[in-house]
């Protein structure tokens, strides 16, 4: 009788020191919400906001509504990593759209552009067109964004293309005087619009003056790691493709290289 008394009594003093608790928890964490600092001000945050610095090349990338992934991701990742390898001019890739709102890729996915073409920008020395839903379509009727790239093209370096992004450098008569690709089963549409085009198939990509358009899909690395080594040198790109475990030999990628 005694043992089960001191039970219930243990019990009962157990449940009053754990409400003690709750209570002085609960007061804790309203006095933090108050004027005390806040957990999430003790974490720093790196700068996401893109500085532009005229001791890199400047790669902006195209952006839209209806943007494959594969072609955006392939090139910002492989430019974008040249920041971790001394000795070179290493790329800052930022991302450039018609308005400063979110972007839905055709898989999904929300981005938010860094610049928006019709404000102010950094100079584009690299200029990349992903492919996107609409470039064999309505986005060929943009007028405003067909404009944007024949300027930013005819200045920049070197511009280059992914998938059907082909489409958009040819609308804006950037491709007249090269030869050019495109994604393999687009070829025929690409030739019916541009009938005057010196068009190349069964090539993963195509170098030609300072254009580089390329089949796009997960070859897309491949254009873009070509254009690293063109520029620092097979080294360079060895290094890149073994970061992202891409199997990188420029000897046996299907090419068509003009340089002038």
């Keep these: 009788m005694y043992s089960r008394k001191l039970l219930a009594d243990s019990s009962i003093f157990g449940n009053m020191i754990n409400k003690l608790c709750l209570l002085v928890a609960f ?3 309203a006095a933090g919400c108050g004027s005390g600092p806040k957990v999430e001000n003790s974490v720093v945050m790196p700068d996401m906001v893109h500085k532009e610095n005229p001791d890199r090349y400047q790669v902006g990338i195209l952006i839209m509504d209806g943007v494959y992934n594969t ?35 055709f898989e999904g996915m929300r ?17 990349v067109v992903p492919s996107a839903e609409h470039h064999l379509d309505s986005d060929l009727e943009n007028e405003k964004m067909i404009t944007w790239v024949r300027k930013v093209g005819e200045k920049a370096e070197f511009v280059t293309s992914h ?4 489409f958009v450098l040819a609308e804006a008569g950037l ?31 195509v170098h030609d003056g300072k ?24 080294e360079i790109a060895r290094s890149l493709a073994g970061g992202l475990v891409i199997d990188w030999k420029l000897s046996e990628v299907p090419s068509v290289i003009i340089t002038k």
């Design 27 to 29: 007061w804790t964490i």
């Design 71 to 105: 072609e955006l991701t392939a090139p910002y990742d492989i430019f974008q990593h040249t920041q971790f390898r001394e000795g070179i001019k290493q790329m800052d890739v930022f991302m450039i759209a018609e308005e400063m709102e979110p972007v839905t890729t």
């Design 111 to 127: 981005i938010m552009p860094d610049y928006a073409f019709t404000e102010k920008y950094p100079e584009i020395d690299i200029l």
């Design 163 to 166: 998938c059907d992004g082909a």
């Design 175 to 205: 491709l007249n005087d090269v030869a050019s690709t495109t994604f393999p089963s687009d070829i025929p549409k690409y030739r019916e619009r541009f009938p005057t085009l010196d068009i190349r198939d069964s090539v993963l990509f």
């Design 211 to 234: 254009f580089i358009t390329s089949a796009g899909g997960a070859k897309s690395f491949e254009a873009a790691l070509y254009l690293c080594e063109f520029l620092y040198g097979a």
